[in-house]
């Protein structure tokens, strides 16, 4: 069968009518680009941003027809609310009455939006985000030896690449194929060393580039969170992206964190990226549990040498200056580098090592934070 194509969807979606009921969605031109990798499709449907709810089943139709498909294994579709996309938003009837420069500010209180509820993930007692402020500095590593030293010290756990563009767990876990489907809908997992896993690396061929805008990639993180069959979980690890964007305010906004671990390198220039994570999850009022600090030094092979070759101490003194909890040292060695190439986590691989225990240590320190850190509702983020 020949592969789907561009042409063949948007021929497909225009039997979709848009919320004029008149014409279609792709003569209105809410469609965006479609990209297609391996028989699934994505794009986004452009909305008013006032209408964004009401139109869901627009969303859904669309997704529908385009699964109904030959050749299509599935599809991610996702809402982009625009303002600019419709008419503004009625003003407040007071504020109509009143002639401009003479409004009554003392009679007239705007509406505040809603507070944002944060919904869970069936069946996991505690999410924790892994994050660093820039990328290089060995995140997703220590996310993985974090795991599965939550793993090692008695708790269920899985783990969520939070990575859209740039999705590493399958090749850190050593994890090949395609998840399987529970009615079409529902992911299960893939799995190894005990832990079960979740990443968009399982989805798309690795060389693929994910060129999405934001509310796609909002929309796919949710999916892979709240659509995965994770089963009964004590914790689940998200290995966020590097940076403080699009993903980092989605899982702040929409999902109910325990919180955050920090991973920084002890030189000033990743620490001050650390302090940029650091106040972004304050912002936004998710609990930071404390910091790790990668690469705190070298241990030569041949002699056992330590040399403190990126600085030493820089993060744990940070973690002291502005009263953060210190989780602990993790030192560069080749064993991290190789066992991390080869897929198979130093945790995993050499579970009695030093290195090995130093994660269990950040993980039992990590553990006792969440514990001991009340739960706090969510943020209000505006956007006008």
């Known amino acids: 069968m020949a592969d789907i194509t561009k042409e063949q969807v948007l021929e497909t979606l225009k039997t979709v009518r848009g919320p004029d009921l008149e014409h279609n969605i792709v003569e209105l031109g809410m469609v965006s680009d479609v990209f297609i990798s391996d ?3 994505y794009f986004s449907i452009t909305v008013p941003a006032e209408r964004a709810k009401e139109l ?12 109904e498909m030959p050749g299509v294994k599935g599809a991610l579709v996702a809402l982009t609310a625009d303002k600019k996309a419709g008419a503004a938003a009625p003003r407040p009837a007071a504020a109509q009455s009143a002639p401009r420069g003479h409004e009554h500010p003392h009679t007239h209180t705007p509406q505040q939006p809603p507070r944002a509820a944060k919904i869970g993930v069936p069946g996991v007692k505690a999410i924790i985000a892994v994050a660093s402020g ?4 060995g995140k997703s590593t220590t996310a993985v030896n974090l795991a599965l030293g939550l793993l090692a010290n008695g708790l269920r756990v899985g783990i969520l690449d939070a990575d859209i563009y740039g999705p590493s767990m399958p090749r850190l876990l050593k994890i090949s194929g395609r998840p399987t489907q529970i009615d079409g809908r529902i992911i299960n997992p893939m799995e190894n060393y005990g832990l079960k896993v979740m ?3 399982f ?10 805008r934001g509310p796609m990639v909002q929309s796919a993180l949710l999916q892979m969170l709240r659509e995965v069959a994770w089963g009964e979980l004590d914790v689940l690890v998200v290995d966020m992206p590097p940076g403080t964007g699009d993903v ?20 000033d220039l990743a620490l001050i990226d650390a302090r940029k994570g650091l106040n972004m999850f ?24 330590r040399y403190d070759i990126f600085g030493h101490g820089g993060a744990r003194r940070e973690a002291e200056r502005i009263g953060m909890p210190f989780l602990g040292e993790v030192p560069l060695t080749m064993g991290i580098r190789e066992t991390s190439d080869a897929g198979t986590p130093l945790v995993a691989a050499e579970p009695n090592g030093v290195v090995a225990n130093i994660y269990r240590e950040i993980a ?17 983020i505006v956007f006008e």
């Open 364 to 380: 039992a320190n990590v553990w006792k934070q969440v514990a001991d850190t009340p739960q706090r509702a969510a943020p209000s």
């Open 248 to 267: 980092q305010l989605t899982m702040a906004q929409q999902v109910p964190l325990a919180g955050a671990v920090i991973v920084s390198t002890p030189q």
């Open 134 to 137: 820039k990328g290089g500095v």
């Open 203 to 212: 989805l798309v061929e690795e060389e693929t580039a994910m060129i999405w």
């Open 56 to 67: 869901e089943p627009l969303r859904l139709a669309a997704e529908r027809v385009i699964k």
């Open 39 to 41: 028989g699934k499709v």
């Open 199 to 201: 990443s968009m690396g």
């Open 282 to 305: 304050r912002k936004v009022e998710v609990p930071v549990l404390g910091i790790v600090e990668n690469m705190s030094y070298f241990i030569a092979p041949d002699t056992g040498a």
